[in-house]
C-alpha cells in the first residue's frame, strides 16, 4: 500500500529510488574510572580522537567541489573552529584530570553544559550553534567508541541513485553523499533555513525536511518517490504514480535544459520590450554564478558579510580590497553595492550586543540610521565604494530610506568624500550612481521626492511588505499577512514605479518578490523593466519575460490594481482576461 508523508519542499526536483537510511544510534556513553598512572594515557586518547576528527573533516573539505557554494565550507570550517575550541578540548581533559573519569564521560558533561548554555540563549542562530556542538561532540564520541563508520561515511560504498533519509544531516554527510552520488533527501528534523535545505538547494539535490516521525513507516530499500517542490514523499507507490512522475520527471528535465538554454538570449518580450535581469549577491564567492546564468549584473551586493563574526568592523582598505575583486570577476557588468543593512533581522553577532533591550528592532536604528549615527562605521565603506568605482561600473544603493534628509546627509558626505580624493588626486568615476532602496512605505508614498534627486531606485519588497502590513519578517506567528498581492503593496510599488518613470530614471526590484515567477507576469504588467532576483532562479523569470505581452498583461495589471484584495489579483492574474 502507497503511503504519502508529508514535509516542507526545500529544493526543487523530483527522484524515485530505493531508500539508504542513516541511523545515528545514541551513544551509550558510561562513567568509569581511570586509575590515577593512567590519566595521561586517557588525556592522550582524548587528545587523539580530536585529532582525528580533524583530519577527516580536513580531508572532507579538500573532496568539497570548486562550485559548490561557500555555505559547505563555512559549516565544515565552523565544526573544524570548534574542534580546536578550548571549551572541547582542553575542558575534557581537565575533567578527566579532576574526576579521574574515561573521556567519553568527560566530554558528556561538558557537552551537557554547553547545550545548557545555548538553550538559556532562546535565540534562532544559538540554536543552530547548539547543533553544531552536538555534531562535533558527537564525532569525536564515535571514534573513542571505535564506532564503524556510516555507509555514507566509507569512500567505496555504492549509495549512487538513492534517496537518502535520516533523522538529521550534518554538512559533513551532505558532501560525502553528493559524492556517492545520491539521487535526493529528506530528514525528519529542520526547517526551509536549516543547514540541510541550504546545502539541498546549494548543491542542486532535491529535498524535503521537517517529515515528521516518517522513519516509522519506512524501510532500508523501501522504493520511494520524493517530490522536493510539493514536499511529498510516497512511499511503495503503485504503477500509476510511478508513471505520473515519471512523466513529470522528464518535463522537468526538458524544462531544465530548455532553460539552461537561454542563458545568453536576451529577456525581450513577444511584443519587444527588453527587460534587464540582474542577480542578487551575498558572499564574494558566489559572484561567478552571477556570469554563469547570464545576468546583466548585480542589482543588490549585500555588504553585511564583511562585519560578520569580527569583533571590529572592516576599516576602508579591506572594504577597497573586497570591491576591487569583485568587480574584476564581473570583468565589466555593473555591480549595485548597498551600503551597510545592520540591525533587526540582520545582526552580526547573533544579537548578542549589550545595551538596552530593543522592543521593535525593525523600527529602530538600523540600515541607514544605524550608519548616520555612526559615520565611522559608514564613511569607510563609502570613500572605499567611491575609490573602487575607478575599476569598472559600480553604483551606491542606500537601504532604508525613510525621508529626504537621509539622503540628503548621505549625498553630501559622497560629495565632501569626492572632494577628499580630488585633493589627493585618487581617481574615482566621476558618473558613479547613487541610488536608494524603497523599503519604507514612507518613501514609496513619496518615491517621485527620491527620484528627482537619485540616480536609480530598487524596491525592497521584503521590508517593503513587513513595514506595509505591520508584520515582522521573522515572526512566523503573522507569516499569513505577509502577502506581495495585498492592493496596498501593490499600490505601493505602483506609485514606486510611475515615480521613476516620471523622472526618467531606472527602478529595479530586488526582494524575494522580484524572484517568484508567480508574480512576474503582474510586475511587467505593473512597468518593472529591472527584476534583481537570487541567480538560481533567474532563468525561470527570463522564460516568463519571453514568453510574455506586455500590452496584455498592462491591462491585466490595471485591473489588478482596482482589486479589494490578495485572492482578487490572484485570480484575476490567473484567469487573464481584461
Ligand atoms: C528587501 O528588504 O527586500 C531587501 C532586498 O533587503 P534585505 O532582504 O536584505 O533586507
Ligand atoms: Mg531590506
Redesign the pocket.
Known amino acids: 500500500m502507497t503511503i504519502a508523508l508529508h514535509g516542507m519542499g526545500v529544493s526543487r526536483g523530483i527522484a524515485i529510488g530505493k531508500v539508504h537510511i542513516v541511523k545515528r544510534d545514541q551513544l551509550d556513553i558510561r562513567k568509569y574510572s581511570i586509575k590515577q598512572h593512567l590519566i595521561d594515557d586517557e588525556i592522550k586518547r582524548f587528545e587523539n580522537a580530536v585529532t582525528n576528527a580533524q583530519q577527516q573533516l580536513r580531508a572532507i573539505r579538500e573532496h568539497i567541489p570548486e562550485s559548490t557554494s561557500a555555505d559547505i565550507e563555512g559549516f565544515i570550517d565552523t565544526h573544524l573552529l570548534m574542534l580546536g575550541d578550548v571549551a572541547l578540548t582542553e575542558e575534557p581533559m581537565r575533567l578527566i584530570k579532576e574526576l579521574a573519569c574515561n573521556a567519553e564521560w568527560a566530554l558528556k558533561l561538558q557537552r551537557d553544559a554547553l547545550v545548557v548554555v545555548f538553550d538559556e540563549m532562546d535565540d534562532a542562530y544559538l540554536r543552530t550553534r547548539k547543533d553544531d556542538v552536538d555534531y562535533v561532540v558527537n564525532h569525536i564520541q564515535r571514534l573513542l567508541l571505535n564506532q564503524t563508520p556510516l555507509q555514507h561515511e566509507k569512500p567505496d560504498q555504492k549509495l549512487s541513485g538513492y534517496i537518502v533519509m535520516a533523522n538529521d544531516l550534518t554538512p559533513a554527510d551532505t558532501v560525502l553523499m553528493q559524492h556517492h552520488g545520491i539521487a535526493a533527501f529528506a530528514t525528519e528534523s529542520g526547517g526551509p533555513t536549516s543547514h540541510t535545505a541550504i546545502l539541498a538547494r546549494s548543491l542542486g539535490i532535491p529535498a524535503i525536511v521537517g517529515l515528521q516521525n516518517a522513519l516509522r513507516y519506512i524501510k532500508e530499500d523501501d522504493e520511494l518517490i520524493l517530490d522536493g517542490v510539493r514536499g511529498i514523499i510516497l512511499v511503495d507507490p503503485d504503477r500509476h504514480a510511478l508513471s505520473d512522475y515519471h512523466r513529470l520527471q522528464k518535463e522537468e528535465r526538458r524544462y531544465y535544459t530548455k532553460l539552461g538554454k537561454l542563458k545568453n538570449k536576451p529577456a525581450v518580450t513577444i511584443d519587444g520590450v527588453l527587460v534587464d535581469l540582474q542577480a ?1 549577491i551575498e558572499l564574494p564567492k558566489d559572484f561567478e554564478t552571477v556570469v554563469e546564468v547570464g545576468a546583466q549584473g548585480v542589482g ?1 551586493y ?1 555588504t553585511e558579510f564583511l562585519y560578520m563574526n569580527r569583533e571590529s568592523p572592516p576599516d576602508e582598505e579591506e572594504h577597497y580590497v573586497a570591491y576591487t575583486k569583485v568587480i574584476e570577476v564581473l570583468n565589466g557588468l555593473p555591480l549595485t553595492i548597498r551600503t551597510l ?1 545592520l540591525g533587526a ?2 545582526q552580526v553577532d547573533g544579537g548578542r550586543q549589550s545595551g538596552p533591550v530593543i522592543n521593535n528592532p525593525a523600527l529602530g536604528l538600523r540600515a541607514i540610521r544605524l550608519c548616520l549615527k555612526e559615520p565611522a562605521l559608514f564613511r569607510p565603506q563609502l570613500r572605499a565604494i567611491i575609490r573602487a568605482s575607478v575599476h569598472g561600473p559600480v553604483r551606491i544603493m542606500i ?1 532604508m530610506l525613510s525621508n529626504i534628509h537621509e539622503m540628503q546627509q548621505v549625498l553630501q558626505m559622497i560629495e565632501d568624500i569626492k572632494k577628499e580624493l580630488d585633493v589627493l588626486a585618487i581617481p574615482y568615476d566621476h558618473e558613479l550612481q547613487i541610488g536608494g ?1 524603497i ?1 519604507v512605505p514612507a518613501a514609496a508614498v513619496c518615491a517621485d521626492i527620491f527620484a528627482q534627486q537619485l540616480d536609480f531606485l530598487s524596491i ?5 511588505i513587513q513595514y506595509t502590513m505591520a508584520i515582522d519578517r521573522v515572526n512566523d506567528e503573522v507569516n499569513y499577512l505577509y502577502d506581495p498581492l495585498n492592493p496596498a503593496v501593490l499600490r505601493l510599488i505602483h506609485t514606486t514605479i510611475k515615480a521613476g518613470e516620471k523622472e526618467t530614471i531606472p527602478v529595479a526590484m ?3 518578490m522580484a524572484g517568484e515567477t508567480k508574480y512576474t507576469r503582474l510586475l511587467l504588467g505593473l512597468g518593472l523593466r529591472v527584476f534583481s532576483v537570487h541567480p538560481a532562479t533567474l532563468l525561470e523569470v527570463k522564460q516568463i519575460v519571453i514568453d510574455s505581452n506586455i500590452g496584455d498583461l498592462e491591462a491585466l495589471a490595471k485591473k489588478a490594481l482596482k482589486a479589494k484584495s490578495g485572492i482578487e489579483v490572484a485570480n484575476i492574474m490567473r484567469k487573464g482576461e481584461v
Request: hydrophobic share 20%; glycine share 12%.
Open positions: 542578487n543588490l549585500r543593512d533581522d540582520k537601504p532602496m523599503e525592497g519588497t521584503n521590508d517593503l530586488c526582494g524575494e
